[in-house]
């Protein structure tokens, strides 16, 4: 069962972005380009840039490890830094990287799925195969729960893209920027708080990260539809 969840489980992070990536690129001229720029949005924003300061820098703060008593203070500090890094990444991307690619086929991503939650499910099946699945400390539920967490994900990520993009378009960029940004900081700050405040359990988690996946994705969708968009 474990194995056919790793199975299971790569084809989602790996196989949605990249059948997506090559159907629109037979439909639209750029859609590689606009793909590797968020996927470089991404890996700056967040693998280089946050992330490091996270664990590397504010850890020597006392303000910092104060805060982390606190879930709504931490969970909004967590979910607000993200979604500022990455989507003014995206931001920038659209804004000056990506001039006249900036229809709805060009907001297709993926790459997180990819470097964070993919890599280790091909680490897994290695060591499943390896008969060392009991080191992985997963079960096949578990691990299909992360695939499924990863489409929530790629959702709210596609639709963030959109609405970015559909603000530098139509020269609204502060406030669809602004609003990726919140959209972001509710998403992955109720990782924290959910579960410390609410007791919500992971199921209740991944139900919201679905709703509000969606939820951007359809926005994101129906702004890029919008007549004279």
Same mark, same amino acid.
């Given at each position: 069962?474990?194995?056919?969840?790793?199975?299971?489980?790569?084809?989602?992070?790996?196989?949605?972005?990249?059948? +997506?990536?090559?159907?629109?690129?037979?439909?639209?001229?750029?859609?590689?380009?606009?793909?590797?720029?968020? !996927?470089?949005?991404?890996?700056?924003?967040?693998?280089?840039?946050?992330?490091?300061?996270?664990?590397?820098?504010?850890? #020597?703060?006392? $303000?910092?490890?104060?805060?982390?008593?606190?879930? $709504?203070?931490?969970?909004?500090?967590?979910?607000?830094?993200?979604?500022?890094?990455?989507?003014?990444?995206? $931001?920038? !991307?659209? %804004?000056?990287?990506?001039?006249?690619?900036?229809?709805?086929?060009?907001?297709?991503?993926?790459?997180? !799925?990819?470097?964070?939650?993919?890599? #280790?499910?091909?680490?897994?099946?290695?060591?499943?195969?390896?008969?060392?699945?009991?080191?992985?400390?997963?079960?096949?539920?578990?691990?299909?729960?992360?695939?499924?967490? %990863?489409?929530?994900?790629?959702?709210?990520?596609?639709?963030?893209?959109?609405?970015?993009?559909?603000?530098?378009?139509?020269?609204?960029?502060?406030?669809?920027?602004?609003?990726?940004?919140?959209?972001?900081?509710?998403?992955?700050?109720?990782?924290?708080?959910?579960?410390?405040?609410?007791?919500?359990?992971?199921?209740?988690?991944?139900?919201?990260?679905?709703?509000?996946?969606?939820?951007?994705?359809?926005? +994101?969708?129906?702004?890029?539809?919008?007549?004279?968009?």
């Amino acid at each position: 069962m474990l194995l056919v969840s790793l199975i299971v489980g790569i084809a989602i992070c790996f196989g949605v972005p990249i059948a +997506g990536l090559v159907l629109l690129m037979r439909k639209r001229r750029g859609a590689g380009k606009a793909f590797a720029l968020g !996927a470089a949005a991404f890996v700056v924003s967040q693998l280089l840039i946050r992330i490091p300061v996270l664990q590397l820098v504010l850890p #020597n703060f006392g $303000w910092f490890a104060v805060m982390q008593l606190y879930p $709504w203070r931490y969970g909004l500090f967590l979910g607000l830094t993200a979604g500022l890094a990455e989507e003014t990444a995206r $931001w920038i !991307a659209a %804004r000056y990287l990506l001039k006249g690619k900036d229809t709805m086929e060009h907001g297709l991503g993926g790459i997180e !799925a990819m470097l964070l939650v993919g890599l #280790n499910m091909i680490a897994g099946v290695v060591m499943a195969l390896a008969g060392q699945a009991e080191l992985l400390g997963a079960t096949g539920a578990s691990v299909l729960v992360s695939g499924a967490e %990863r489409l929530s994900a790629m959702a709210f990520h596609v639709g963030a893209s959109l609405l970015v993009m559909y603000g530098v378009r139509t020269g609204r960029s502060t406030l669809y920027w602004a609003l990726a940004v919140i959209l972001h900081g509710v998403l992955d700050a109720a990782v924290v708080i959910l579960p410390a405040v609410f007791g919500v359990g992971v199921l209740g988690i991944e139900l919201w990260a679905a709703a509000l996946g969606g939820l951007t994705l359809a926005a +994101g969708i129906c702004a890029c539809r919008r007549k004279g968009a």
